[in-house]
């Protein structure tokens, strides 16, 4: 058995447990019901069509279900997929759980947590460290636990944590090289930025967007969070309204989400620290399911590009 359906190439042969993402019904062109399903376990997930399915299938077959699969993987327009030979749900003599097929974060919870609890002490304008605090111990345990995104990026277990210190890592070094850069104002930027998706999220095994998410989005999300704690703590100033701007503008563009662009040198900043992050976290993890000399395959969020590995490379 290989180590995951992340490392099955095209054309080989998978007989193994997976978990359902997500199921959603279809019709077929020649009428006939089928489940289209996302599987994945912790190297990764590939989409699998179930023909002709019936209501017993759709009522076994769902999301967060367990499944025993057997098939092939190929290919269609130019990403895997699995073709099903047979499916069935997990049961209880098989010894499996749902944990062993989610994928978590490379770093342990307490280190990340304690590594965003520094760079809040870090800051010295007291009104940027207290808005800060404040909405840290109010979504500390939704922090701790939700993905950054439903899929691309850090789309895994603890992953909104994990990409929160990366970038705060990244953010050290550039205010390192640039010293005129307000660093209290880009931590507090960059913590706060996505933690609007702990309400844009449902949870953090399965997620999906509710509907608070669909209708409003993390970035609306968390400018009000951040107006509604400055009046809580009885805070008054610029700094509210930048702050805001910050997380308004995270994204660079209106066509990318973002209702303003950045207009201050940190929210560039925030803005490229994101994207960096972001890029190479999906960069990384599509690399290494990759062997040397052959190219991943083409990543929808990065302009459809498929990215080669040097066969020098390890």
Do not use: C
């Amino acid at each position: 058995m290989k180590a995951g359906i992340g490392h099955y190439q095209v054309g080989e042969a998978f007989d193994h447990y997976l978990l359902i993402k997500n199921a959603n019904k279809g019709v077929a062109s020649n009428g006939r019901p089928f489940l289209s399903l996302m599987l994945k376990d912790r190297t990764g997930e590939i989409d699998a069509k179930l023909w002709e399915a019936s209501a017993e299938d759709e009522e076994l077959f769902h999301q967060g279900e367990i499944v025993k699969v057997s098939g092939e993987v190929g290919q269609f327009r130019g990403k895997p997929q699995l073709k099903i030979h047979s499916i069935r749900p997990a049961q209880s003599t098989d010894g499996i759980k749902a944990a062993d097929f989610i994928e978590k974060a490379p770093l342990d919870k307490e280190s990340m947590m304690d590594r965003i609890t520094e760079a809040v002490f870090e800051m010295k304008n007291p009104n940027l460290q207290r808005i800060t605090r404040h909405l840290v111990k109010k979504h500390q345990e939704e922090l701790i636990h939700y993905p950054a995104a439903v899929r691309n990026h850090h789309n895994y277990i603890s992953g909104l944590l994990h990409h929160i210190v990366s970038m705060l890592n990244l953010a050290k070094s550039v205010a390192e090289l640039y010293p005129e850069v307000d660093k209290d104002l880009l931590y507090a930027g960059i913590i706060l930025h996505d933690l609007g998706k702990t309400r844009e999220l449902s949870n953090h095994t399965s997620p999906s967007y509710t509907v608070e998410g669909k209708l409003l989005g993390h970035i609306s999300i968390m400018s009000e969070e951040i107006k509604a704690a400055a009046e809580e703590l009885q805070i008054e100033g610029e700094e509210v309204t930048i702050l805001q701007h910050m997380i308004l503008s995270h994204h660079g563009r209106q066509e990318w989400g973002s209702p303003k662009p950045p207009l201050v040198r940190e929210a560039e900043l925030l803005h490229y620290i994101d994207m960096m992050d972001a890029r190479m976290n999906m960069l990384n993890r599509a690399l290494a399911k990759t062997n040397p000399g052959e190219f991943t395959e083409k990543m929808y969020s990065l302009e459809q590009r498929a990215f080669y590995k040097p066969a020098f490379s390890k």
